[in-house]
């Protein structure tokens, strides 16, 4: 099958599936106190829809697949739909991303179906911090989530994402420096995004992460270690080699140029960029019987048209109306 490519000439070689809406924690940068109204649960595509669609993309050289949410693991047997996608001869990786409540009573039934990679989102590792971002006392629940996930030597490398907001992260910066010099994860800074339900972003409110990286070097030295074609985080080592530090900095230094990444939503929506204000309708034709052939040109359509980049810093940039949680982070 031909390779899946847009009308800028960028391969496609990344999906991130939403398998659903719903999410146990309210992160201020992300969800109101009182959430969401949920979508009914014959709106989200079932294991087998997943599967149908995964192949098909797959097939096209999309050969990374990340399972996202909401938050994955509320929905229930998650491994069902992994040992599917991990049997799949072109799915080369597949990885989860958490906030980790979940993880530790989980992790060995995702192993074993054969999941590759697991990034946890934690944003606070003071209790009464992580508590006011995330407005619940779980902090202790993540941690052992990812201890338990750093048993199984099959999950390499983990990676700790941590949104970065100013007048909040600042205070955490120097700690998770320090957790990622003698824990064996690495930690990522990712720059507040546009995307949440509040509506509250604005440039002010993001840190960029040229701040942060001076924060750490400042107490740590560090050193750069380059950033990978299509990979989104510029890494940075300890100078003293006691581990790496990730900056992903989609508001101060956009990668648009060579994205190569589409996300499919929870109810079977294509979209193919975080800012889209359109999406395409893949669970309508999926379920009133249309051919591979069929899915096949209804996404290569799609994909033709994806955005050449986000303009988040142009003037009259509009939110899309979907938040993080209800596209797949």
């Known amino acids: 099958m031909k390779p899946l490519v847009d009308g800028h000439g960028r391969p496609i070689g990344d999906v991130r599936v939403s398998v659903t809406d719903r999410c146990n924690f309210r ?4 969800m109101p106190a009182e959430g969401l109204p949920w979508l009914n649960r014959d709106a989200l595509l079932s294991y087998e829809e997943i599967e149908r669609l995964v192949r098909l993309l797959s097939a096209m050289g999309v050969h ?3 399972l996202t949410g909401g938050e994955p693991l509320v929905r229930r047997e998650l491994w069902r739909l992994v040992e599917k996608l991990s049997a799949l001869d072109d799915v080369h990786d597949l990885s989860l991303t958490t906030n980790g409540y979940l993880l530790e009573r989980q992790v060995g039934d995702l192993v074993r179906a054969g999941l590759k990679r697991i990034n946890v989102s934690l944003d606070a590792l003071a209790p009464d911090r ?21 048993r199984h030597p099959e999950l390499r490398p983990i990676k700790v994402n941590v949104v970065a907001l100013r ?5 955490e910066v120097v700690r998770f420096a320090e957790f990622a010099r003698t824990e064996p994860y690495v930690v990522r800074f990712i720059e507040f995004m546009p995307l949440d339900a509040d509506r509250t972003w604005s440039r002010d409110r993001v840190l960029p992460n040229e701040e942060v990286r001076a924060m750490i070097d400042a107490v740590y030295p560090l050193e750069p270690v380059g950033r990978e074609r299509h990979g989104t985080s510029r890494r940075w080592r300890f100078a003293d080699g006691q581990g790496e530090i990730g900056f992903i900095s989609p508001v101060t230094e956009p990668f648009c140029g060579d994205c190569n990444r589409i996300r499919l939503t929870a109810e079977g929506e294509l979209r193919t960029c975080l800012f889209s204000m359109t999406e395409t309708d893949l669970r309508g034709p999926l379920r009133s019987g249309a051919t591979d052939s069929d899915l096949e040109a209804i996404i290569r359509d799609a994909v033709w048209r994806k955005e050449l980049k986000h303009h988040v810093n142009d003037p009259g940039f509009v939110q899309p109306e979907r938040t993080m949680s209800r596209i797949g982070g």
């Open 27 to 30: 992160c201020q940068y992300c």
């Open 130 to 150: 992580f508590f006011q971002l995330t407005r619940r006392d779980s902090l202790q629940q993540v941690l052992d989530g990812l201890a338990a996930a750093q």
């Open 64 to 66: 990374d697949v990340r």
């Open 167 to 171: 007048d909040f992260t600042e205070a």
